[in-house]
């Protein structure tokens, strides 16, 4: 079990010594605290405004490829973010939404989206562009005055890139982290102006003024509805200051919120598992934003996921525009000095495994695969230090979120790509519930599957992940009751083991303040759920789950 104390404190001179002076507090030996589980991890205390972080892609590609060394074998720690029962708390960085909480299909399909998108009552003023990048686009103002960015499709793959970023954005948003509201929009090339002194970027050279005619230029390059109609996605300008990206390892020295190294964060080592499935290999620190928002007293940080893009079959080609996924994307880092070295002594004999896969390719919806696709071998565009210190209970845990999106939900998500071509958004949605399952199974047989640990009509009941996903049959479970002393830390049998099918666990009648029940899952078929699960129940003044501890 992890202990929480790191989510009530936060780094100061103060701070160590009233710990210090603590130390002999006999409510520091206690197991549990009264507050148990921490749900919310409170980093969202002012601070001053820090300074934003500037990152390129070259830069951050030296540094993870060769700068930053993945973790020796046995030397990871465990997360450092988790409550009592194995949770993440809410946070500056996280939310618990579907994991833990029931959703409904359309907040689930509405995603961060809080309002109905631009303004269309008024014409929209660019008051930024840029020609280049993999999808060429502009920064506009609608009537309201709020800001969006828009970017396009190439009329040779409708949808591609814009169904991507929105799906993804609503994936990522279901699944607890903070991401921008994204909308397809459809728009009449006269509802869009350039603004007074805007500017356009182009690459490798300075600012250069926009002007209606390198708008009209940009527009005659994207692709349209049949009714001349041009296809985008509007994301809407995240609330705050944007002050960045955040780095997957480390921590901002000018934040005094930010004390978990971020390697060492649960929801970015799982979000590893959860951009496998989602073949999101542009998972990268510049692919983040932070955003200062600003409250009474100053303001705090709050860290979003950012540009979907090129997630699922979408990507880029040689000349960085948009384009199917390239086959290597998911296989192989773009700087990978072994596999190219094995080519090279082999004269070219030797062939990379990923050169044989064939891929059903839709001008939607790009090039993704399930039969090739292994979790555990599934790589980032470049290594990532959270990703290489996720162990398996982050693994477990982000599997257990992942087992939440039914086919109707997969489905209801696909369906807001709005590719306009059924049987490309069929197929992608059988790509995704493939890859679904083989994290799955994958995830939820290496330990107890067992979750959702909660108090019903007197009862401990629980749901079994790897049944529900029919990874394999059950036979029932192993129970043992004990009363458990918070002061001391040790257990008593409150009688022999017993063996039930049922998902619901009476609880034992006046026994002690606190009691433990520790769980095995019987299936011949999946020995590594034979694991213990204990639960910890505090069952005064009223019945509470506590704590969970997994072997």
């Not at 009233?18 to 980093?43: C, E, G, I, K, M």
């Not at 399930?370 to 565009?381: C, I, L, S, T």
Request: aromatic letters at 10%; proline letters at 9%; zero cysteines.
């Amino acid at each position: 079990m992890t202990s929480a104390g790191s989510l009530r404190s936060r780094p100061s001179l103060a701070a160590a010594v009233a710990a210090s002076l603590l130390l002999a507090s006999p409510a520091l030996a206690q197991r549990f605290l009264a507050d148990d589980p921490v749900w919310r991890d409170r980093d969202d205390l002012p601070i001053d405004e820090p300074g934003e972080i500037e990152l390129n892609t070259p830069y951050d590609v030296v540094e993870h490829t060769f700068l930053v060394r993945p973790p020796k074998p046995g030397t990871i720690r465990p997360a450092q973010n988790v409550n009592t029962v194995g949770e993440v708390p809410d946070s500056s960085w996280f939310t618990n939404r579907i994991g833990v909480r029931p959703l409904s299909l359309e907040g689930i399909v509405r995603g961060p989206n809080r309002g109905d998108g631009p303004d269309f009552g008024s014409p929209w003023e660019v008051i930024r562009g840029k020609s280049g990048g993999i999808t060429p686009g502009f920064t506009m103002r609608d009537g309201r005055g709020d800001v969006y960015f828009v970017k396009f499709d190439p009329p040779a793959h409708f949808g591609l890139s814009t169904g991507a970023e929105v799906i993804g954005s609503k994936f990522f948003h279901a699944m607890g982290y903070f991401v921008p509201e994204n909308w397809i929009v459809n728009f009449r090339d006269d509802q869009v102006r350039v603004a007074p002194g805007a500017k356009m970027r182009v690459r490798g050279k300075k600012p250069q003024p926009m002007t209606d005619a390198t708008l009209r230029a940009m527009l005659r390059e994207v692709a349209r509805l049949p009714d001349g109609r041009v296809r985008s996605v509007m994301s809407r300008a995240v609330p705050g200051k944007p002050m960045g990206p955040h780095k997957y390892h480390g921590t901002r020295p000018d934040d005094p919120n930010d004390v978990i190294p971020h390697e060492d964060r649960r929801e970015l080592r799982g979000y590893r598992v959860f951009s496998a499935w989602l073949n999101h290999d542009d998972s990268r620190s510049l692919n983040s934003i932070n955003s200062y928002v600003k409250t009474g007293d100053g303001g705090y940080l709050v860290h979003y996921l950012q540009d979907f893009s090129s997630a699922f079959g979408s990507g880029s080609d040689w000349r960085r525009m948009v384009a199917p996924q390239n086959p290597r994307a998911g296989n192989e880092y773009v700087v990978e000095p072994a596999p190219v070295a094995k080519t090279i002594l082999t004269l070219g004999i030797w062939e990379r495994p990923w050169h044989k896969v064939r891929y059903e390719v839709y001008p939607q919806v790009g090039a993704i695969e399930a039969d090739f696709f292994d979790p555990d071998r599934w790589k980032p565009e470049y290594p990532n230090p959270a990703f290489d210190r996720m162990l398996p209970e982050d693994a477990a845990w982000a599997a257990r979120i992942v087992a939440r999106f039914t086919d109707e939900i997969v489905r209801a998500i696909v369906r807001e790509g709005d590719f306009r071509a059924p049987e490309a958004e069929n197929h992608l949605v059988s790509m995704l519930l493939r890859r679904r399952d083989k994290v799955l199974d994958r995830y939820l047989r290496a330990s107890n599957p067992l979750g959702d640990f909660r108090l019903e009509g007197g009862a401990l009941a629980f749901t079994n992940h790897g049944e529900d996903a029919k990874l394999a049959p059950v036979d029932g479970y192993e129970i043992e009751w004990f009363a458990f002393d918070n002061d001391e830390g040790t257990t008593s049998a409150l009688g022999p083991p017993s063996r039930t099918r049922e998902r619901s666990l009476p609880l034992p009648a006046g026994a002690a303040d606190f009691v433990m029940a520790r769980i095995r899952t019987v299936s011949p078929a999946v020995p590594a759920w034979s694991r213990r699960v204990d639960v910890f129940v505090r069952t005064t003044p009223s019945p509470k789950v506590v704590g969970v501890e997994r072997e």
